[in-house]
C-alpha cells in the first residue's frame, strides 16, 4: 500500500511546506503520495500528516503543533517552540541530511550538520511560523523584514487576496513551494559538506598544532586561507579554552594557494561579526606600509599593517610569524 501524506488544505505556510518536502526525502515516505485536506476522516487515511490534526505523536506519525500545551523545542538548549518544519526535522532531520549527502546516517559530519541546519536555517522558520521575535517587543525595527526571505517567497505562492483558484490549483502552488523550500534547505546541506566542513577541519588541524607555531599557544596558522572566525569561536568553546590566557589572539594564513604567496596575520574578534579585538596589532605599526612598516617594527618583508590595527601582511610565512610573536609581547 503506497504511503500518503497529509497536510491542511487552504492558505499555506513555509513550515509545512518545508515539511512535506523533507517527509519525501526519507525512506519511508519517498515517493508518497500528497493529500491536503482539513476533513479529518481523510487524515485519519495519511500514514503521516503535519501542520494539522491537533496532535503531535511521533509514535501515530502525527506532527501539528497548534494545540493547546504544545511546548515542544528542538532539544533544551532551545526555547524556540517548534513549526512542523521543526517537528519533521527533529525526528527526520539526520536522515533527510544523510540522504541528501549520499551518506550513512552514522557518518560523523551529519551530527554536526544536523546542529548546524537547526541553528541556522530551520529555527527562523519555527519561530517566524509561531510568532516569535527575534527582538524585544520595545524595539522598533529600523527596517522591514525583506521580501526575499524564504517564508516570504513561499507565501506569494498562495493566491492573492483578489485571485480565485480552485483547490487544485491551489495545491500546485503549494508543489511548487514545498519544492522551492526543500532546494533550499538542499542546497545550504551540500554547501555545509562542501565548504564549511572542510573549513572547521582546517581550523581543527590547526589549533592541534597551535603550540608548534608559538609556545604560548594563542597563535595558529592555518594551511590556506578559508573563512575561521565561526569555527575558531565554537571550537574554542568545545575544547575550554574560554579563559582570557588561553584564547587564540592571532590567526595567520596565506593569501593564496601559490608557493610564494604572501601572508596575512589577523586578530581575533571578541565576536565573530566584529571589528573589537582580542588583542590588536601594535598601534605604532598601524597605517605604515612596505620598508617604512619594516623599519619600525624592525621585520623584513612587512606589506601593511591597517590603521584599524585588524589585519597586517609580509612577505613570507616566517615574517608573518616575526609580526605575531612581537605582537603578543607588546
Not at 54 to 79: I, L, N, S, W
Not at 184 to 197: G, R, T
Not at 270 to 287: D, I, T
Request: charged residues 25%.
Amino acid at each position: 500500500m503506497s504511503k500518503i501524506i497529509g497536510t491542511h488544505s487552504g492558505h499555506f505556510h513555509c513550515d509545512e511546506a518545508l515539511a512535506v518536502w523533507m517527509l519525501k526525502q526519507t525512506n519511508d515516505f519517498k515517493g508518497a503520495s500528497l493529500v491536503r485536506t482539513r476533513d479529518p476522516a481523510k487524515l485519519a487515511e495519511c500514514s503521516v500528516v503535519v501542520d494539522v490534526g491537533g496532535v503531535y505523536d511521533p509514535a501515530q506519525q502525527r506532527y501539528d503543533h497548534h494545540q493547546r500545551g504544545f511546548t515542544e523545542t528542538f532539544d533544551d538548549k532551545h526555547t524556540t517552540k517548534l513549526s512542523s518544519a521543526g517537528l519533521v526535522y527533529k525526528h527526520f532531520g539526520r536522515q533527510v541530511i544523510a540522504n541528501i549527502l549520499g551518506r550513512p546516517e552514522t557518518d560523523k559530519d551529519i551530527e554536526i550538520i544536523f546542529q548546524k541546519a537547526y541553528n541556522d536555517f530551520i529555527e527562523a522558520l519555527d519561530a517566524n511560523d509561531n510568532g516569535i521575535s527575534a527582538y524585544p517587543s520595545n524595539i522598533t525595527p529600523l527596517y522591514k523584514e525583506s521580501p526575499t526571505s524564504l517564508p516570504q517567497r513561499v507565501a506569494k505562492k498562495n493566491p492573492a487576496w483578489n485571485e480565485t483558484l480552485t483547490d487544485p490549483e491551489t495545491d500546485a502552488r503549494f508543489i511548487v513551494a514545498s519544492d522551492m523550500a526543500g532546494s533550499e534547505l538542499a542546497e545550504y546541506v551540500q554547501s555545509m559538506a562542501s565548504s564549511w566542513l572542510p573549513a572547521r577541519a582546517l581550523v581543527v588541524d590547526a589549533l592541534d598544532k597551535r603550540e608548534q607555531v608559538h609556545p604560548s599557544g594563542r597563535v595558529i596558522a592555518l594551511e590556506r586561507s578559508c573563512p575561521w572566525k565561526e569555527h575558531l569561536l565554537s571550537l574554542e568553546q568545545e575544547r575550554g579554552l574560554v579563559e582570557d590566557d588561553k584564547r587564540i589572539l592571532y590567526v595567520l594564513y596565506p593569501e593564496s594557494t601559490a608557493p610564494e604567496s604572501n601572508w596575512r596575520i589577523q586578530c581575533v574578534p571578541v565576536r565573530p561579526e566584529g571589528f573589537e579585538n582580542r588583542k590588536s596589532l601594535p598601534e605604532s605599526w598601524r597605517g605604515f606600509r612596505d620598508q617604512e612598516l619594516s623599519q619600525i617594527s624592525k621585520i623584513d618583508g612587512c606589506i601593511f599593517v591597517h590603521a584599524g590595527g585588524f589585519i597586517g601582511g609580509n612577505k613570507t610565512r616566517h615574517g608573518v610569524y616575526e609580526m605575531a610573536r612581537l605582537a603578543l609581547e607588546h
